[in-house]
């Protein structure tokens, strides 16, 4: 495709934004001008320190070119370091100076780069590209620090380093508490430090470190610490030494936690487990209150509780809110009408984790009525839910992707409707295809195409609520069930939320893919009163999109109904035209203008319609495309084609070469090499009178092209690239491929001779081929200047209006008596 943008502008999805610092006015302005034409985004120019730090609140620039010499009372150096310290945001200096003095000034401020002045285009985008690169990596930085410090206070963690060299001990956040006396006091050295561990404990934390220290090898130690006043506690440090290249001496660094609690715990766990070393099962007795008089370790384990702390208590998961109010009063009035309660309760274990257990009750009595103690056993039946839980994913979840599967979407959307009809809610529909998805199984396997579905699931469900429903319905087809919305509209930036999603590059292994996809949406009650008409009317819909031209989303409504109707009363009026006679070829003559001699002629499809009369290809075309009839309307081209060219021949026009069209489906299809040697041997035609002609697009799988063409062309058809220059080819594919002839695109003949664009166009096709030692055809060719130009500059083979429009096959041989006259009058009449 031709382009009149600079082919250095990068491609940018959303342009970054830069701030323009600079006094010269003239230069700021054709500053910004190159910036816009690189694909940048300039928010403002400023020409004092002043201006630039209003631009910066304001606009949010993401990197700033500095001029150095400004206006106003502040230069460009104290500017940038103002913008550094407010607002985070680096500079790129431009100056025309180099002074040492102002280049020590100007590093204190942290650049990210140096532009002396005059710089080309090519200097100042590499510069915006190195500085934009390493502004993404700091803020990828300063966001993982923030993430560790976050992460290590979460889990009640400092971290700290010990430097070999001089034993000093610097601690971080919790770690000045931790390691310390309690104070919080971050100073401190490696003997300080071991003054506040018990005396037990001091050789083996000396020991530790200095053998990580000259080791090299991970340090892991549990010890006391003493406190002032207070019970000892238990510390746990982690460290290993770090010593990264240029550093002046290696390091020590580490975290520290408070793991007396854990210590404590086990210490109990260890005293009670010779009692109830049995079970599994958590074991208690409560008394007459409800309160715990005894427990086994199971049951801490379990639950996380700690048993001393709870002896005499009632015990937190049989209470509210760990239990409803319902269930709580429900347990214990059935315990003591009956005896005994049993069910299943949702607890937390110790690692914040839930689980289902089975809780059994039994009450023990002293008498025939009065009841001292109640025995509770807890199970944790988790393994016996989790072969549920994977039965109820068998059934009702697709194994590839996770998502509900077309079962579990049926009753899902059921419900919802039920819902939606009781409450007077709308209910939501989305039908989403994975445009051409097929492709990627024919090129890459089955395999990949399953990591690409798979893909294409986790962001769907990453891009919808919780109470939303993502289910694969088969194949590269997916439905989202949505409910609670407020209006339409909500739905449609769903729906435009999952397609832009959907649309960002995959990585699968070493292949990155580019996916989009088409999504109807249907409503109810607005577009159906049930499951099977909403999907019905999304299917509809995303089928809509489709036709659109893909990667869209369309909300359904009821003109496409009949649409579809219509499509499909065309595609059934179209087979029945391929199969029925309707369909004819007319033909177009190709005149050398160096002789006047009509040397070949192109094959055009027409439909001769019943009610509508003759119709040309370009309503033929679309509509066998849309109908999946495009590759039997080709083969049905290809054959009509040869049987006029054998007819021709036999009547004595040997040397007249017939073209004719393939689509992009018929290279896809994989059998035209083979349809185009059985159709010459059926009508023992010479490959020589044939010319398979083809677009651009039917290149867009170079290699699948080059094989194809590399065949037909092994049988003697000489090949052309139709339309050329409209298309994908690029000049290093075309180099390639077994190519006769370009035909130049009728779009640059138009304007011939007069327009400098289509002239310089039409003179590169040209020079093309003739490095190439390609013929050149000239379609479109309408007067007599245009004729002239062209076969001035060697472009001697012309078709189009002025040489006659397509004609039935019987009015060819007239026009084949030759030379052809090309005076200005020689066509009136035809």
């Keep these: 495709m031709t382009t009149t943008h600079d082919q250095s502008a990068p491609s940018v999805m959303t342009p970054h934004r ?8 003239v230069v700021a302005l054709n500053l910004q001008q190159r910036l816009i034409k690189l694909g940048y985004e300039v928010v403002g120019r400023a020409a004092s320190g002043a201006q630039a730090l209003q631009l910066a609140e304001d606009g949010k620039p993401d990197i700033v070119l500095m001029d150095i010499h400004i206006e106003g009372d502040i230069d460009g150096i104290e500017t940038a370091a103002l913008l550094l310290a407010r607002y985070k945001l680096q500079v790129i200096y431009l100056t025309a100076y180099s002074e040492d003095t102002t280049l020590q000034r100007a590093k204190a401020t942290q650049p990210y780069g140096y532009l002396l002045k005059p710089f080309s285009e090519r200097e100042l985008h590499a510069t915006l590209q190195v500085a934009l690169e390493r502004r993404s990596s700091d803020i990828a930085l300063a966001a ?11 889990a009640s963690m400092g971290s700290w380093e010990l430097l070999p060299s001089t034993a000093e001990l610097r601690t971080f956040g919790l770690a000045s508490e931790l390691l310390g006396d309690g104070s919080g006091s971050g100073a401190m050295d490696l003997e300080a430090l071991l003054t506040h561990v018990h005396q037990d404990d001091r050789p083996v934390v000396r020991l530790a470190v200095t053998q990580a220290i000259q080791g090299g090898a991970p340090c892991c130690i549990e010890f006391r610490q003493l406190r002032a006043n207070r019970p000892a506690r238990w510390i746990r440090i982690v460290a290993r030494v770090f010593a990264p290249p240029g550093a002046a001496a290696p390091r020590l660094i580490g975290v520290a936690q408070d793991i007396t609690e854990r210590r404590t715990t086990e210490t109990h766990l260890r005293e009670a487990a010779t009692i109830f070393e049995e079970t599994r099962d958590g074991l208690f007795i409560l008394d007459q209150d409800y309160k715990l008089t005894s427990a086994n370790p199971a049951l801490a384990r379990m639950t996380g509780i700690d048993i001393a702390d709870w002896i005499g208590k009632e015990l937190s998961f049989l209470m509210p809110p760990a239990l409803s109010e319902q269930v709580h009063d429900n347990l214990w009035a059935q315990l003591k009408r009956e005896g005994c309660w049993q069910g299943e309760l949702l607890l937390t274990s110790p690692a914040g984790l839930q689980f289902p257990a089975r809780l059994s009750l039994n009450v023990v009595r002293d008498s025939a009525i009065d009841w001292t103690q109640a025995v509770g056993i807890l199970s944790d039946v988790s393994e016996l839910r989790s072969v549920q839980v994977k039965l109820q994913q068998l059934a009702h979840y697709d194994q590839l992707t996770g998502l509900a599967n077309r079962l579990l979407m049926q009753d899902r959307l059921a419900q919802a409707i039920y819902r939606g009809r009781r409450y007077g809610l709308r209910v939501a529909v989305l039908f989403l295809d994975l445009d051409q998805f097929k492709r990627i199984n024919d090129s890459f396997g089955h395999a990949t195409g399953d990591l690409v579905l798979r893909e294409a699931a986790n962001r769907i469900k990453g891009n919808i609520r919780n109470d939303d429903t993502a289910a694969r319905h088969g194949g590269d087809e997916f439905v989202v069930i949505v409910e609670n919305f407020a209006a339409p509209s909500d739905v449609m930036t769903l729906a435009e939320k999952i397609r832009a999603a959907l649309a960002q590059p995959m990585q699968i292994g070493e292949q990155v893919f580019h996916i989009s996809s088409s999504i109807g949406i249907a409503l109810f009650p607005d577009n159906g009163s049930d499951a099977e008409q ?34 499909l009363a065309r595609d059934a009026r179209l087979r029945r035209a391929l199969s029925g006679g309707e369909l004819c070829l007319h033909y177009q003559p190709v005149v050398d203008t160096s002789t006047g001699q009509c040397r070949a002629v192109e094959a055009l499809v027409r439909w001769q319609h019943p009610t509508l009369g003759l119709l040309d290809a370009d ?8 109908s999946g009839l495009i590759i039997e309307l080709g083969r049905w081209v290809l054959r009509e084609a040869c049987r006029q060219a054998a007819l021709w021949r036999d009547a004595g026009y040997r040397d007249l070469r017939v073209a004719f069209n393939v689509s ?23 490959p020589a009178q044939l010319e398979m002609e083809i677009t651009e697009s039917c290149l867009q799988t170079e290699s699948i092209a080059i094989e194809t063409l590399t065949q037909i062309r092994a049988l003697g058809v000489s090949i052309a690239i139709d339309d050329f220059g409209t298309g994908f080819s690029c000049l290093s594919s075309l180099k390639q491929l077994p190519l006769d002839r370009l035909k130049i695109d009728r779009s640059f003949v138009h304007e011939l001779p007069h327009d400098a664009h289509s002239s310089a166009l039409a003179e590169t096709i040209l020079a093309i081929a003739g490095r190439m030692k390609l013929q050149v055809t000239a379609e479109g060719v309408e007067t007599h200047e245009q004729m002239d130009y062209l076969r001035s500059r060697g472009c001697k083979s012309q078709q189009g209006w002025l040489f006659g429009r397509t004609v039935e096959a019987a009015k060819i041989p007239p026009l084949l008596a030759g030379p052809w006259p090309l005076d200005p009058v020689w066509n009136q009449g035809r």
């Excluded at 992009?664 to 010479?686: I, K, M, P, Y």
């Design 18 to 25: 830069i701030l323009i610092v600079e006094d010269e006015r």
């Design 144 to 154: 993982s620090e923030e993430r560790a410090r976050l992460a290590l206070e979460a």
């Design 534 to 567: 909403l999907l019905q009317g999304a299917d509809t819909a995303m089928y809509e999109a489709k036709a659109k031209g893909r990667n869209q989303f369309m909300l359904y409504d009821r003109a496409m109904t009949a649409k579809v109707a219509n499509d």
């Design 619 to 626: 309503e033929i075309i679309p509509a066998a495309e849309a």
């Design 664 to 686: 992009s489906a018929q290279f896809r299809d994989g059998t035209l090499a083979a349809e185009v040697a059985a159709t010459l041997q059926e009508f023992a035609l010479n």
